[in-house]
């Protein structure tokens, strides 16, 4: 490995990837004050090696195991949310770029994409949604001789304006499905203005359109199959990503509670030390399952992580005071950003824990 390419990589021990989450932190406030596409973190993130992080060294990726991806995500989204959804949603693309048997399509496409100068998103979070109710699927795709027909919209795709290709799934009218990269400058390709979300708002999540929209065959992922998303091209649906970042983002605040407890050590302290714990042991956790040990069910540890996230923010909001409530203070974000983790990516089980956690029900456990 030549020596410049080692200056690239930022284990999760490593002051190169400390320098970067200062940097990320420092950004944080003005994304939330004015929410622009995060260009300036991306840039850095790629710069400092992250887009490598998550595919094999033989496709020019580092090769990071999955408990030191999930170590980097606990660090990345306790600096900024945001920037570590957005790569969540660009890493998705990749693995299954890298995951399909298009090797041309990744020879061509994996290169710009790791080294930031193109981006890429997903939008297939209707294949997996409850939307059999309907005539016909959101997003139709019809075969045609040389490829497909893409009709209708992808409801959920982060920053699909600023995506050079989307992954993106579609349902044939026989109810199989497919995954083909998009180029998002086909003709018939659109994306109206991004949603204005309760919190990460600069994630830019919103629709996007096909309005008959010719894709060559060159660009299938995988299928036509059923379930296209429990195939290969499918792995890594969420996962224990999504705990990652909670687990992350309960760190910041709590790293403030620490701090305030320093001036004010009657409640705060105690307060702040039970909650770094739990916030240790469910991180310790997500590492143990993500090595193979059975410690818990996945689902337990995103209700946890969940609930985590939430009581940490609202206790910085409590220890900030009215502060706290003035837009620009770190606490309000962050309870508004620990709403986030009870609508993305939640399965069933993990909003029934925390509906009965938030009823006063049950405990969260397995």
């Known amino acids: 490995m030549n020596e410049s390419r080692t200056n690239l990589?930022?284990?999760?021990?490593q002051p190169q990837l400390g320098a970067l989450c200062s940097e990320l932190a420092a950004k944080a406030a003005g994304l939330d004050s004015k929410p622009d596409w995060p260009a300036e973190q991306l840039a850095l993130c790629?710069?400092?090696?992250?887009?490598?992080?998550?595919?094999?060294?033989?496709?020019?990726?580092?090769?990071?195991s999955e408990v030191d991806v999930l170590r980097g995500y606990l660090r990345l989204s306790a600096a900024c949310l945001t920037t570590t959804f957005i790569l969540t949603q660009f890493t998705s693309a990749c693995r299954r770029i890298v995951d399909s048997a298009n090797a041309p399509l990744a020879d061509n496409w994996l290169p710009a994409l790791l080294d930031g100068s193109h981006f890429t998103t997903v939008g297939i979070s209707h294949l997996t949604t409850s939307r059999r109710h309907l005539a016909k699927p959101i997003l139709l795709a019809e075969e045609t001789a040389d490829g497909f027909l893409l009709d209708g919209h992808s409801p959920w795709v982060t920053g699909a304006a600023h995506a050079d290709a989307v992954v993106l799934g579609a349902t044939l009218a026989d109810g199989?499905?497919?995954?083909?990269?998009?180029?998002?400058?086909?003709p018939g390709v659109s994306v109206p203005p991004a949603l204005e979300l309760v919190g990460?708002?600069?994630?830019?999540?919103?629709?996007?359109?096909?309005?008959?929209?010719?894709?060559?065959?060159?660009?299938?992922?995988a299928g036509p199959a059923e379930n296209v998303m429990h195939g290969k091209a499918g792995a890594n649906t969420g996962g224990l990503n999504t705990s990652a970042l909670a687990i992350g983002h309960a760190r910041a605040a709590i790293d403030f509670l620490i701090e305030q407890a320093k001036a004010r050590p009657?409640?705060?302290?105690?307060?702040?030390?039970?909650?770094?714990?739990?916030?240790?042991?469910?991180?310790?956790?997500?590492?143990?399952?993500?090595?193979?040990?059975?410690?818990?069910t996945s689902e337990s540890l995103r209700a946890r992580s969940n609930s985590l996230a939430l009581r940490a923010s609202q206790a910085a909001l409590v220890a900030a005071k009215g502060t706290g409530y003035v837009v620009g203070h770190p606490a309000g974000r962050w309870c508004r950003e620990a709403l986030f983790f009870l609508v993305w990516s939640c399965p069933q089980p993990v909003s029934a824990a925390n509906l009965c956690e938030l009823a006063g029900l049950e405990s969260l456990g397995d």
């Not at 990589?9 to 021990?13: F, G, M, Y």
């Open 200 to 221: 990460l708002s600069a994630s830019c999540t919103g629709p996007l359109r096909c309005e008959r929209v010719r894709l060559a065959r060159e660009f299938l992922l």
């Open 46 to 64: 790629a710069r400092a090696g992250v887009f490598r992080w998550f595919v094999p060294e033989s496709v020019g990726g580092f090769g990071w």
């Open 9 to 13: 990589i930022a284990a999760p021990d």
């Open 266 to 296: 009657e409640l705060l302290a105690a307060m702040s030390q039970s909650l770094a714990e739990e916030q240790t042991e469910l991180a310790a956790s997500l590492l143990r399952l993500a090595g193979g040990e059975a410690v818990c």
């Open 176 to 186: 199989r499905q497919i995954l083909a990269l998009l180029p998002t400058d086909l």
